[in-house]
């Protein structure tokens, strides 16, 4: 479903004459198939953040290649909403985005506000969440079309332990119907719930 081959990327940092080059991705491949849950893991600047970046198109490799089959699905660390409209018009919004109809678009709102449990803030403004709520809404609006592909960056950071759970009955029922997952997080407690995981260390990718 998604394959990232040979991925490498090098920061130029500080000024001249005093800049130096720092390679962050030093060759790195990760692959992600059908109904499979990968966690990402590495430690703070180890080049998570900037591999998805890549792998979404929202960041240039110096070198290799990725190659996406189907739709792709994208939760940033940091929510993008915008801070005076309320969730019901994040939705309408993103629906437009994704090309869905209006009943899709309606369906699909509807069964996420059901399963993260936050329907009662339909019609709160962004800037009036609360940090876990904005999860959640961070994470629906990455969900809303269903995409094959679903790559989440840290995606359960400020979650209750309830929320935590419907996140992964969510994906357990996302792998169930096929979907492929990706999952970065800083560190993984519960291993049991991937299929694989995946070490960022000195730039290079382990198998762990």
């Not at 130096?20 to 059908?34: A, C, E, N, W």
């Not at 339909?122 to 009036?128: F, I, P, Y």
């Not at 119907?177 to 997080?185: Q, T």
Request: hydrophobic share 40%; charged share 25%.
């Amino acid at each position: 479903m998604l394959v990232a081959s040979g991925i490498c990327k090098t920061y130029r940092q500080g000024v001249w004459p005093f800049r130096r080059r720092t390679k962050v991705l030093d060759g790195v491949s990760v692959s992600l198939g059908p109904g499979e849950v990968v966690g990402l893991v590495g430690e703070n600047g180890s080049g998570k953040s900037t591999l998805m970046q890549i792998m979404v198109g929202a960041l240039p490799a110096d070198t290799g290649a990725v190659d996406v089959h189907g739709s792709l699905g994208f939760c940033p660390q940091r929510p993008v909403v915008f801070e005076r409209l309320t969730c019901d018009e994040h939705f309408e919004l993103f629906g437009v985005a994704y090309g869905m109809s209006r009943d899709e678009r309606a369906d699909a709102q509807r069964r996420l506000y059901e399963e993260l449990d936050f329907r009662r803030y339909a019609r709160e403004r962004a800037d009036r969440l609360s940090g876990g709520t904005l999860a959640k809404l961070n994470l629906a609006l990455a969900m809303l079309p269903d995409p094959p592909v679903l790559l989440l960056d840290e995606p359960y950071a400020g979650f209750d332990w309830d929320t935590y759970l419907r996140f992964w009955d969510l994906m357990a029922r996302r792998r169930g119907a096929g979907r492929s997952i990706l999952v970065i997080s800083h560190f993984i407690a519960d291993e049991e719930r991937f299929d694989r995981i995946v070490e960022l260390r000195g730039g290079k990718a382990f198998q762990k």
